[in-house]
């Protein structure tokens, strides 16, 4: 049985701990915070529709736009520090159409891919209620400006073999009764999907534990220990845990991680704000706002908003002016919520999200170490992408090919 230790709690982590324990390994998951706490506030939604990824065209011309807007849904802040600048430099390298162009098919099947991993969890363990939906999701839009985005996104969607509707006012309101009369239109992607990230975090935890994961929370891993090239033991606080195998699933301190273990792994943080709120308006369709690039979850009786993609460090406090920002957004798109009432402060949640540089995940072996692998940098969908990296990892070190091509992916590829 081979000792594999799992860095990073989030629901990476915990779906990696979750398929190595299934394959046979004794994990050890260790975290420096809480692993209930790293994902909850996540949208929970399930899109293998986001096949574009963040570095994009256009995507550094609307960051400078929005730089000086406090409410700005998007927000790019410059630092001197080396690590971003290269990160800057790579990011401005790859938002391109070729970048798109070579990404969008592989993003597709990982994204199916983990779809179906997720029906097949939720079929596992239907005794428990995951608050999972398979309604779609409704990508809406005000403007002419939003409805050639999106609709240009859909035919992308569509050249992957994604099914993707474009709908106008009236087909829209048919699913969501109570959109603004100022939408013009919105497309739907049937097959995507929504969780409560937060029900699904507890559960992990909680099977893991009763699987025989022993979960360490509260500790940072600081060092390792070294023979033969390969890490032989992993030191988080006053202890030591002797490992076969490394996973790193540490999000934005995955990058420190991969430093200390001889390379660089460009990545920043990119702070993203939610919060929960009593379902008053009825919604029943999982939704995003185009031009306010807001989320929308409904879990029956709650509904969870959430938005941003702040790339400006490490820092989580909460930016009452971004929170603002996405509330005000709802009186746009439904009727009813033009005076919708900010959350106290304290239940606001904020989180800051692994972001490569080209807007791929990390996924695969050190590009130093052959017992070191890494499962990070997915930026807004770490929750849609997270059984498939779990997959792939268990499937890696058991020497499995992948059931899917993961090339894009290596984490040595900016090396």
Known sequence: MAKTVVAGGGIIGLFSAYFLNADGHDVVLIDSGHPVNCSTGNAGMIVPSHVIPLAAPGVVAKGLKWMFSPKSPFSLKFSMDPDWARWGWLFL???????????????????????????????????????????????????????????????????????????DAAEVRDIEPGISDSVRGGVLYPGDALISPGILTTFLYKYLQEKGVKIVTRREVSSFRFSNGNVVSVIAGDKEYTCDFLV?????????????????????????????????????????????????????????????????????????????????????????????????????????RPVSPDGLPYIGKSPVMDNVFFGTGHSMIGVSLAPATGKIISDLIGSDTPDIDISLYSPGRFA
Do not use: C
């Open 93 to 167: 390298k790859s938002a391109n159409s070729k970048n798109v162009q070579r990404s969008f098919m592989h993003l597709k099947e990982i994204s199916i891919y983990s779809r179906q991993l997720y029906a097949s969890f939720v079929n596992t363990h239907k005794e428990e209620d995951f608050y999972w939906g398979e309604k779609g999701l409704l990508m809406l839009y005000r403007s002419r400006h939003g409805e050639k985005e999106e609709t240009g996104a859909a035919r992308v969607a569509a050249l992957a073999g994604l099914e993707a509707r474009v709908l």
């Open 248 to 352: 790193v699933t540490a999000g934005t301190r995955s990058a420190d991680i991969a430093r200390e273990l001889s390379f660089r792994l460009p990545l920043m943080a990119g702070k993203g704000y939610s919060f929960m709120s009593r379902n008053t308006l009825e919604l029943k369709q999982p939704a995003i706002l185009s031009e306010r690039k807001v989320t929308v979850s409904p879990y029956r009786d709650t509904v969870r908003f959430g938005g941003t993609m702040e790339i400006s460090g490490r820092a989580r406090g909460v930016d009452l002016r971004k929170v603002k920002g996405i509330a005000e957004s709802l009186g746009l798109y439904y009727e009813g919520a033009a005076n919708f009432r900010l959350p106290e402060p304290d239940t606001v949640w904020s989180g800051l």
